[in-house]
């Protein structure tokens, strides 16, 4: 997926959450229980008075917390959850969008140091080469003078996607867009000169590391990596 698109979803995420709250109000409304069924897109957006691509997705992404089962053929219902355990979670996904940025960098690295030792276990040969291909553009970028921060997160997201864990990929496509905006927002990272150089280095040992199916060391370099990041975000 395009970070561009990424970002385009980042920018509707406000009317996206004011639909998952209507959701969340009439499954309390109607009193709703698990397996209860939802309207029809169709009838909820004309209820919300929203379009029906903006409903299915506001139902597609509680389909993803587990909140809502859609069946073909036969609609959209509300999980075999308790409504306290719903409205919790909705809160959650609403807050979502209010996260600091050093609580994104610091779940990011969390989440990456794990990400890195499955991808250098459970990497295959076409894992390897889209994250070379991540790497290059991203080298390119830098030794042209170029704004590479998109590259970057492909890179990452390319490691994401070789771990093998599709939660953990969905995760890092969550907090991503929001690591974007912030990045060009406040210039984080905007690599140049030798400091630009450092970091494709950074990016080749992760990369062998991979290569060589050695968790340990992937984790090490890849630690070594967030290093001024996380000096940005903490001490800056």
Aim: net charge negative; proline share 3%.
């Amino acid at each position: 997926m395009k970070l561009e698109v990424i970002a385009r979803k980042e920018n509707n995420r406000e009317p996206l959450n004011a639909i998952i709250a209507k959701i969340r109000d009439y499954i309390n409304y109607k009193n709703l229980e698990p397996q209860d069924k939802l309207p029809s897109e169709r009838m909820l957006s004309e209820k919300f008075e929203v379009s029906r691509s903006s409903v299915r997705e506001a139902i597609q992404k509680l389909e993803f917390y587990g909140i809502l089962k859609s069946i073909p053929q036969s609609g959209t219902f509300v999980a075999d959850i308790g409504k306290i355990a719903i409205n919790g979670i909705i809160d959650d996904i609403l807050r979502l969008g209010k996260s600091d940025f050093k609580s994104l960098v610091e779940t990011r690295i969390l989440l990456e140091l794990k990400t890195v030792r499955l991808a250098a276990t459970r990497r295959t040969e076409e894992d390897l080469v889209n994250i070379k291909a991540a790497l290059d553009a991203y080298a390119d970028k830098v030794h042209t003078g170029e704004d590479a921060v998109q590259e970057d997160l492909i890179f990452h997201l390319a490691i994401a996607r070789a771990s093998g864990n599709s939660t953990i990929n969905n995760m890092m496509l969550i907090i991503t867009p929001e690591i974007l905006t912030n990045f060009e927002k406040y210039h984080v990272c905007d690599k140049s000169g030798n400091e630009g150089l450092d970091r494709i280095n950074d990016h080749t040992e992760v990369y062998d590391a991979i290569v060589a199916q050695d968790p340990q060391l992937a984790k090490q370099k890849m630690k070594l990596h967030f290093k001024a990041l996380y000096e940005y975000c903490y001490h800056s």
